[in-house]
């Protein structure tokens, strides 16, 4: 069956760097537009970047040139290195999986969504 499982969460100080990883199975990577999602405390969840199959990226602006998402298709694995970090960043972090379709540009809209991982969890301090 389809998993996704995220990686690399944890708390660090304003300015520092984290990277998340999102090891999928039960499905390859290449053949989906995949993204990241946050959820900051009380607000709903929000896609903040995604990667189509052919290697396209799209970023929300909150995150745009601070965040960069890339994949590993052999290893099957998403990720997304986040730079400059800022106490606004404190969230849950999701991997998730868009449509396979090769037409879309992104997968940021929830609605489109049909995998989510667990979570992982991002503090940042000031």
């Known amino acids: 069956q389809v998993q996704l499982v995220e990686s690399g969460g944890g708390s660090v100080q304003a300015g520092g760097s984290l990277r998340l990883s999102c090891a999928a199975s039960?499905?390859?990577?290449?053949?989906?537009?995949m993204a990241w999602f946050r959820q900051l405390p009380g607000k709903e969840r929000e896609g903040i970047a995604s990667?189509?199959?052919?290697?396209?990226?799209t970023y929300a602006d909150s995150v745009k040139g601070r965040f960069t998402i890339s994949k590993d298709n052999a290893e099957n694995t998403l990720y997304l290195l986040m730079n400059n970090l800022k106490p606004e960043d404190t969230a849950m972090y999701y991997c998730?999986?868009?449509?396979?379709?090769?037409?879309?540009?992104?997968?940021?809209?929830?609605?489109?969504?049909?995998?989510w991982g667990q979570g992982a969890r991002v503090t940042v301090s000031s």
């Open positions: 039960g499905y390859s990577i290449s053949s989906y537009c």
């Open positions: 990667i189509t199959r052919l290697g396209d990226t």
């Open positions: 998730a999986r868009g449509s396979a379709s090769s037409y879309i540009t992104s997968c940021l809209d929830r609605s489109g969504i049909g995998y």
